[in-house]
Every structure is written in C-alpha cells, then in structure tokens.
C-alpha cells in the first residue's frame, strides 16, 4: 500500500475495526487489506486525494480499471464488496454522507456448487492402514471431520479440553468466534480415544487435541497434505480436502434428513441462505438420477 497516500490512514482504520471489533478472521482481515491496496492504488492513479470525494462515476471507474486489467467477474464482486463494507463504515465514522457504491451494480457470477464424495467413496478413505501412530491420528482427524462437518480452522483448533467423549459432543470456535458443541458420532469418539491413548509419545506442547510429529499443534497445511496424500493412497477418485468432507457431510445429512436449520445449526452458518445451496446441490443429484432412469427423462430430444 502506498504510504504516502492521503487515502491511507482511512484504510488503516477500518482495518483495525475489522481486527478488533468485527474480529473477522485473519484470512477475512488479509483479504479487505489486499482489495482495499489495490483501490487505494487505482484512486490515487485517478488523482483522487478524499474519500469524501469519491462519488458514483468515480466507483464505476474504478470496477471498469479493474476489469481492464484482467479481474474476473467473482473477483470484481469481491473487490466491489470489500468497497462498500469501507465506504459503510466511513458512513457510520461520519466521513461520508452517503456511500456511492450502494447503486453500483455486482458483476453476476456463476454459482458454483459445492463438490462432495459420496457414501461409498467415504468409507473407502476411511479404511485407514493402522500400523502407523500418525495413521491413527489422521483416521482420527478424518472421522470427526466428516462426523461434525467442521471446517478445517475448527479442527486444528481443538484442544483436548474441548471434548466431551462420554456425551459424544466437541466444543468448537466458529468464524467470528461464534462458540458451538456439535455431536460427534461413536465412530468418531471410538477413534480420537484410539489416538489420545498414543498422543502422549508425541510429547505434547499443550492441550492441541492434533499434534504434528514434533509435538506442537498440526497446521491447518500439514492437515489439507496428509488428507490429500490419504486420498490418493485409498484409490478416491476425487481430490480429498477439508472443505469437501464438510461439503459431504452437509450434502449427506440433508439427503437423510431434509432438515436445513438443523444443518444450518450444526455448520454454524450464520444465515439460512448459505447453507441453502445444498438443496440445489441434492436437487442436482436427483435430477441427474430422474434423467438417467426415467423413461419419459429425454426432456428436449427428438
């Protein structure tokens, strides 16, 4: 970020805001900072030197500079968005009147659904070689995984004090530090006991439920390696990584189930919306399924 940029200290500002107040996650924090460097680059070429300068024209401006230079559409609603979330913010700190990003249009973007393994594919990675202690603590890290569909910040994250094996129930910290007991399932349960009866040859640092083999808690890296390395050695078919084990997870609980707030609930997604796009993931299978089978399924064809 240009230092020397009057637009700067704003910037700074609502970072911290972010940082502190909103305490969005690291990840979330570096991505505001990336777009909002990149804007602040493109406002300072447009000689622009007050954000309370900056009006409608000026933001369309900016999106078409940055479709000019290659930003695909999703990317442009990124950058758009983490705009608007500033200029909001500027709003309620009374250094704009008014935000002029508000009418500015989002690039559609084509909704991609989440990928997941099914069943059979699932209980092929989990047929785990056992002779290994780091074996035990992947089947162990898989298993509750798939079992309580976490994301993979939520795995890495629990400590030992986190669990409650006799009621079957993890205790996790969710985006935004949203707190959350989720059910683990006996299989679950039966395999991480499996791995704290070997835990301790690793000579644990702290309380990190997952170690690595030096002792200190596994990385969420070390984690996406070995599930992917796992994938490979069990013959799935498809790429195994953390995100798709909770996309399975949710896809396979709403086919059973067909209950979205409790799915919601047990993602901890914060809105009904987000977790909605498993039923046209579910709608998808099944359409495939009717177009497959159904002798009257030849929509379109002569």
């Not at 900072?33 to 933001?59: G, R, S, Y």
């Not at 395999?191 to 990385?219: M, T, V």
Request: contains cysteine; charged residues 25%; glycine residues 6%.
């Amino acid at each position: 970020m240009n230092n020397a940029s009057p637009l700067q200290s704003a910037v700074e500002g609502f970072l911290r805001y972010l940082k502190v107040e909103r305490q969005l996650s690291p990840l979330t924090q570096k991505s505001y900072a990336h777009q909002l460097t990149v804007l602040v680059a493109l406002a300072d070429e447009m000689k622009i030197a007050d954000w309370a300068k900056l009006d409608a024209a000026h933001v369309r401006s900016l999106a078409a500079r940055s479709r000019r230079a290659g930003l695909q559409p999703a990317s442009l609603a990124l950058r758009l968005s983490a705009l608007r979330s500033f200029l909001d913010w500027l709003v309620s700190q009374g250094q704009l009147k008014a935000n002029p990003a508000k009418g500015i249009a989002t690039p559609r973007t084509p909704r991609h659904l989440p990928k997941n393994i099914d069943v059979d594919e699932v209980n092929q990675l989990l047929e785990i070689d056992l002779n290994d202690p780091l074996a035990v603590r992947d089947r162990a890290m898989l298993e509750i995984m798939y079992g309580a569909g976490l994301r993979l910040s939520e795995l890495v994250g629990i400590d030992c004090r986190h669990l409650d094996l006799a009621s079957g129930e993890v205790w996790v910290v969710g985006k935004g530090s949203k707190e959350r007991r989720l059910p683990i399932g006996g299989t679950a349960v039966s395999w991480i006991e499996h791995w704290l009866a070997l835990r301790e040859l690793f000579a644990p640092d702290d309380d990190a439920l997952f170690l690595s083999n030096q002792g200190k808690r596994i990385s969420a890296r070390n984690v996406q390696k070995r599930f992917a390395e796992w994938g490979v050695k069990q013959g799935v078919n498809s790429h195994i990584h953390p995100h798709k084990l909770r996309h399975s997870f949710a896809t396979h609980m709403l086919e059973s189930s067909g209950d979205l707030r409790a799915v919601q609930e047990l993602l901890g997604h914060a809105n009904l919306s987000t977790t909605q796009i498993y039923t046209h993931l579910d709608f998808q299978h099944l359409a495939s399924v009717y177009d497959a089978a159904h002798p009257r399924a030849k929509r379109g064809k002569s």
